[in-house]
């Protein structure tokens, strides 16, 4: 098993533009979420999933948006990205909501 | 909504003593309290968690306690062991909502 898998691992990108973050788990596991980290502020949800067609807000979900049309895939899109969303993001899922979570690796993200 | 707050923000200890971090919640319904520890640079992993129906939980040299009248959970490291600097977090949820909220993390340097 491979696990949760976090794709790209780093990216820059230029205020404005969008981009896709791609969270894949192969543990056939209901609950998938979003962390942003920033430097003293933990870990803050954005979005999280309790399973398949279903999506809510977290902490800070403005300009994030989720969708989960899988069970295995829950990939989180910038709509326009801005500096203040510079930080390292982390997909997570677990069996359900009383479950570990099992953390991805991360994606390093530098808006300019 | 949901709140953890999380104390000490930074910890240092001597190799061989204990170390204790607190959190606090805000939803008396929480229900699930795990902890996780995170090395630099690598993913948050769980070390630990409580459910709201058990007071306290041992693992080793690790020990979760739980106070729900109060809605306070603490982490007890003895014994502590360079081993065990890192980041530690502390979070919450309850089942009618799904979310887990994180506290702001604590450092921990166990010094040799």
């Known amino acids: 098993n491979a696990g949760v898998t976090q794709t790209p691992k780093f990216q820059v990108l230029k205020t404005g533009q969008s981009m896709t973050l791609q969270c894949a788990q192969d543990?056939?596991?209901?609950?998938m979420s979003w962390y942003r980290q920033d430097p003293g502020m933990g870990l803050r949800l954005i979005h999280y999933s309790v399973g398949a067609g279903i999506t809510d807000q977290g902490e800070v979900p403005n300009g994030y948006n989720v969708s989960r049309s899988t069970t295995e895939d829950f990939p989180l899109r910038l709509l326009s990205a801005a500096p203040s969303q510079t930080s390292v993001y982390f997909c997570?899922?677990?069996?359900?909501?009383?479950?570990?979570?099992?953390f991805g690796d991360g994606t390093r993200l530098s808006i300019l | 909504g949901e709140n953890v707050e999380q104390h000490p923000s930074t910890l240092s200890v001597q190799e061989g003593d204990s170390a204790v971090i607190k959190c606090t919640y805000s939803?008396?319904?929480?229900?699930?309290f795990p902890w996780y520890k995170q090395e630099l640079g690598k993913r948050p992993q769980l070390i630990i968690d409580?459910?709201?129906?058990?007071g306290e939980k041992k693992d080793q040299r690790i020990a979760v306690t739980l106070n729900k009248t109060a809605k306070h959970f603490s982490l007890h490291i003895t014994e502590t062991q360079p081993e065990d600097s890192a980041v530690y977090f502390c979070a919450a949820s309850t089942r009618n909502t799904g979310k887990l909220i994180f506290g702001q993390g604590t450092t921990l340097q166990v010094k040799p």
């Open positions: 543990m056939n596991h209901e609950y």
């Open positions: 997570a899922s677990s069996r359900d909501r009383e479950q570990p979570q099992h």
């Open positions: 409580i459910r709201s129906n058990v």
């Open positions: 939803d008396s319904a929480s229900n699930y």
